[in-house]
């Protein structure tokens, strides 16, 4: 194998003409000028010098390696430098995953903040909801996912802190759901609501995560809600909700993110929260842009 250090040595030889004038350009002694190349023909299995007297002159092998060592030392100190600036966070790259209400809340806060301190650093963002999200950490499409449970949901919560097990997990807040009615309705004004009081109403429901989560709430009250619109998008959710066609219920975030029209909120009981976090490998942790954007993450999850 070629290290670097000969190939230094060998160019030195090669501007200088001789070990002891190389040994003065690398302020070593001659004896170990002598060592590195050895141990560099021996590595390369054919001489490279041929002294002859007083004088030194490269073999045709020793003429190929010179010509090649200026781009392999350059192209060495490039990265060097590349790799010292990303881990000063001078530079670098962090692809970020998250799903919806995350990406119109906490990121936008998360990412003004990292870019006043770093302003090298790059993000990316996409949009998926988990598990998606959680696959695509794990098949090396994003840096960072930021996902959910819901506390207490059955074969939710349990089955992530499970897959989670292997994951850096971060923590970034507890997101309450909350209730959403039209404006005029029966309920409007209630400061809280018992989920089974709207038993009798059509639903607009949510992501199918969501949804699923809204009819295992229901079903702890002891109906099964009508659901009549389901939708991903929560504008959409909440425009549905403004003319009059039903009620459903949102994650706090999400609500935040759409500044709904027509809406009304309240409070449910019992409460049903979810957990929100910032996910990544081990490894990833320890890239100084990525920890660096974790940490932002956190502080913008503190309200």
């Known amino acids: 194998m070629i290290e670097a250090r000969h190939l230094r040595v060998l160019r030195a030889v090669a501007t200088s003409g001789s070990f002891s004038a190389a040994a003065r350009d690398l302020g070593c002694t001659q004896p170990a000028v002598s060592q590195q190349m050895k141990a560099l023909e021996t590595s390369v299995g054919t001489p490279l010098l041929v002294r002859t007297g007083r004088e030194m002159r490269l073999t045709q092998a020793g003429e190929a390696l010179v010509r090649h060592a ?3 030392l350059a192209g060495l100190t490039a990265a060097e430098e590349e790799v010292a600036a990303i881990a000063g966070l001078r530079a670098g790259r962090v692809r970020l995953v998250s799903f919806p209400s995350g990406s119109s809340t906490l990121v936008p806060t998360a990412l003004a903040a990292l870019r006043a301190g770093h302003p090298g650093t790059r ?24 996902a959910f449970r819901y506390e207490g949901a059955a074969g939710d919560g349990a089955a992530d802190a499970e897959e989670w097990a292997d994951l850096v997990v971060r923590p970034l807040l507890t997101d309450r759901l909350v209730g959403l009615v039209p404006e005029r309705h029966r309920l409007a004004a209630a400061g809280s609501v018992a989920i089974a009081e709207l038993a009798d109403e059509p639903w607009i429901a949510g992501c199918p ?6 009819v295992q709430v229901c079903a ?3 109906f099964t809600p009508r659901i009549d619109f389901a939708t991903d998008d929560y504008p959409a959710v909440a425009g549905l909700v403004g003319a009059g066609l039903g009620v459903a219920v949102l994650p706090q975030l999400a609500v935040e993110s759409v ?3 027509g809406v009304r909120t309240v409070t449910l009981e019992p409460a049903v929260r979810r957990e929100i976090v910032a996910l990544t490998l081990p490894d990833l942790a320890r890239v100084p842009a990525v920890a660096a954007t974790l940490d932002e993450l956190v502080r913008a999850g503190v309200r």
């Open 220 to 222: 702890s009250a002891g």
């Open 209 to 214: 995560r969501c949804r699923g989560q809204l």
């Open 259 to 261: 500044r709904p029209r």
């Open 70 to 72: 200026s781009g392999i």
């Open 123 to 146: 993000v990316s963002l996409e949009e998926a909801e988990p598990p998606r999200s959680v696959e695509m950490l794990r098949e090396g499409d994003c840096d960072i996912a930021l």
